[in-house]
């Protein structure tokens, strides 16, 4: 709240109103200084009717109000700094002192955005100030600089947050006292780690000289997130887990120290063990809640609440723990939380419901047949787990991704366009990687989308995401016999520009069940004798990763090899994919009658596929050797390939 004494040199009559308005301002500053907010917005009512519609007064008597309401009724705030914007709007006032008051109002209301976690529309407020840092207060220059910077950070835009550093970095304006320097020499670090610039954190580490200097709670987390990019996850876990004691009375601190030491966990593929941490986080989380409720609401416990973003992280570990059905209540419950947000912020949660990341996706099931997933009675409209609710999740999914690639090209277009703004007029999510940090970030000229809570993504990665999600679509269509679907959905699959080898390993595979659902059993075969080359779960963009992300997919499926039931059934290899497809030829000349080829094809899959083999293989022999046997090798019992 604001101290409203304009000094104006009046005579006469006026001068006696002057100083009762004065000494109205005065004392409903005394009141809300004693925290008395009640008696502060009477007589702010009174000085409203001697003083008549003066911006700042209302901006006082909004803040007192929402101070009156324990802080509780921002959406009250937010509306009456809205509707005093709009009366800035139609002055068009361009004085001196007008825009300081303008300031002030703006930098409340995107306050009020920031800690409601509105981040675009925080920024948008400074949009308005085009003449920023001019005939500015420097105390408020610098509070709107951190708050652009936490912004834009908060949405996961590095690079737009390092052109707000370098406008404090050349101004001659600011006091780069020591204080502010630190911290900005920690924000910059933050976007280094951001855009996977490991080169650019260790030159700003070195800047710094002093060591200590990161002993602070933000220099630990920094330390840490570094270690992790650097692939030294138990170096980055004794870092947090050394200082996690040191202040046991912060509960917010401990929270997301047992969070990160979860990350580090899950990256490392100990899964149960990054499900312990997030369940001391959110115990820390609880606690935190209830320590608040004592000491009453305030704006920055709206800031702090990490609720959904503990949730879908414990949603992600726990489909990694093979338990699907809590995952999905967490999921769920993150989903329920961006009704009112943006496609773009939904699509981070589509993410987990198709897989545990943005390229593990093709898990190979245990068959259309699985009694887990039977929802005959089951409304599809129901938030359940089951195959009709999961088609549903998957067309809204393919609608976040319409939303998102509308958004992808306008902004390329205004990048072609060379429009330096510091924030799209729409609002957009993507994060552009400016020429001049172009070669010291990992992947040049890379863009980034936010996918909060989950953590940005790259352009190239949402087509991935785009398969992953009609590869599920094609998967559900073959398990309610909808084989027209299924087979216009593989064709769709298989038309997708850099298309992984997996994705089109899939595609070929159920497309070809789905024309045996059809009764087109040549064709089936020979799509299934298509020659296998590629079963990467990277495209071709990405062939950076593949080999080293190829060795870890790998190591991960023979660890889990006794706890998944016909984990066999997963392709290593072009070969076992190759072969995996000859079973299924195996499988379609029996449903034809035709003996002598399915056993031919059967033995020609025998040869790299590791014993004890998978329980349908057996089958496939018995009946074989029965059918023979008996030499009835008309009417075979219709059975159908496992692997769809």
């Known amino acids: 709240m604001q101290r409203d004494e304009d000094s104006h040199s009046t005579s006469g009559g006026h001068s006696n109103v002057l100083e009762q308005e004065i000494g109205l301002a005065s004392q409903a500053f005394d009141e ?20 008549g519609s003066d911006k700042k007064i209302f901006l006082n008597m909004a803040v007192a ?63 308005q100030l085009e003449s920023l840092g001019e005939n500015m207060d420097e105390t408020l220059l610098m509070k709107i600089i951190y708050l652009l910077v936490d912004a834009y950070l908060s949405s996961f835009k590095p690079y737009k947050a390092f052109e707000v550093i370098e406008f404090f970095e050349s101004s001659d304006k600011l006091n780069k006292a020591n204080k502010q320097t630190l911290i900005m020499k920690q924000y910059k670090m933050k976007c280094h780690l951001m855009m996977r610039s490991l080169d650019g954190f260790s030159k700003e580490i070195k800047h710094l000289g002093d060591a200590t200097k990161l002993q602070s709670k933000e220099g630990i987390f920094l330390k840490s997130q570094f270690e992790m990019l650097l692939r030294r996850y138990s170096q980055s876990v004794k870092t947090l887990s050394s200082h996690q004691g040191n202040d046991t ?21 100990k899964y149960n063990l990054a499900h312990k941490y997030l369940v001391k986080a959110v115990e820390h989380k609880n606690a935190l809640t209830e320590l608040q409720k004592k000491n009453g609401p305030s704006s920055e416990n709206l800031s702090n609440n990490r609720h959904y973003e503990l949730l879908y992280n414990m949603g992600v570990t726990l489909l990694q723990c093979n338990k699907p059905l809590l995952a999905f209540d967490c999921l769920l419950g ?26 593990k996706k093709a898990i190979l099931g245990q068959g259309v047949n699985c009694k887990n997933f039977n929802n005959s009675k089951d409304s599809s409209a129901m938030p359940m787990p089951t195959m009709g609710f999961a088609s549903l999740c998957l067309e809204n999914a393919l609608l976040c991704l319409n939303s998102t690639n509308s958004n992808v090209d306008k902004s390329k277009m205004k990048k072609k366009k060379k429009e330096d703004d510091v924030m799209d007029a729409d609002g957009s999510d993507v994060d552009y990687l400016p020429d001049d940090l172009a070669a010291e970030s990992i992947g040049s000229n890379e863009l980034f989308i936010a996918m909060a809570p989950s953590s940005p993504v790259k ?22 016999k909808n084989y027209l679907i299924a087979l216009r959905v593989s064709n769709l699959l298989l038309q997708q520009p850099n298309l992984s080898g997996i994705h089109r390993y899939l595609a070929l595979m159920y497309k070809a069940e789905a024309l045996v659902g059809l009764d087109r059993l040549p064709e089936s075969t020979d799509l299934m004798l298509t020659d296998i080359s590629d079963i990467n779960i990277f495209s071709s963009s990405d062939a950076a990763y593949i080999q080293r992300r190829d060795d870890e997919n790998i190591n991960k499926c023979e660890q889990n090899t006794e706890k998944l039931q016909n984990v066999n059934w997963f392709p290593h290899t072009k070969e076992g994919a190759q072969c ?8 379609v000349s029996v449903i034809n009658g035709d003996l002598v080829k399915a056993r031919t094809f059967l033995q020609k899959s025998l040869q790299h596929l590791k014993q004890p083999y998978p329980t349908q293989v057996y089958y496939l022999m018995i009946y074989l050797e029965v059918a023979e046997a008996k030499g009835k090798s008309k009417d075979p019992p219709n059975i159908r390939s496992i692997v769809a």
Not at 335 to 357: A, H, M, P, W
């Open 459 to 480: 352009i190239n990665e949402i087509n991935n995401l785009r398969c992953s999600i009609l590869t599920l679509k094609c998967y559900i269509a073959l398990h309610h």
């Open 65 to 127: 109000e929402y101070y009156k309401s324990g802080q509780t009724k921002v959406n009250q705030l937010q509306t009456s700094l809205q509707d005093i914007v709009k009366k800035i709007q139609m002055e068009n006032s361009n004085s001196a002192a007008d825009f300081a008051e303008h300031c002030v109002i703006y930098y409340n209301l995107a306050v009020t955005y920031y800690n409601t976690k509105q981040y675009s529309q925080a920024v948008q407020c400074f949009k």
């Open 334 to 359: 993150v989903i329920q939380s961006l009704e009112r947000d943006s496609y773009s912020e939904k699509t981070s949660v589509i993410n987990c419901f198709v897989g545990s990341s943005t390229h």
């Open 580 to 587: 995996i497809m000859h079973y299924n030829v195996a499988v």
């Open 32 to 51: 809300f200084s004693k925290s008395n907010y009640e008696q502060s917005v009477n007589l702010l009512s009174k000085l409203l009717t001697l003083k």
């Open 249 to 269: 009375r912060n509960k917010y601190y401990l929270m997301c120290c047992a969070n990160n030491i979860a990350v580090n966990y899950f990256e490392m593929k």
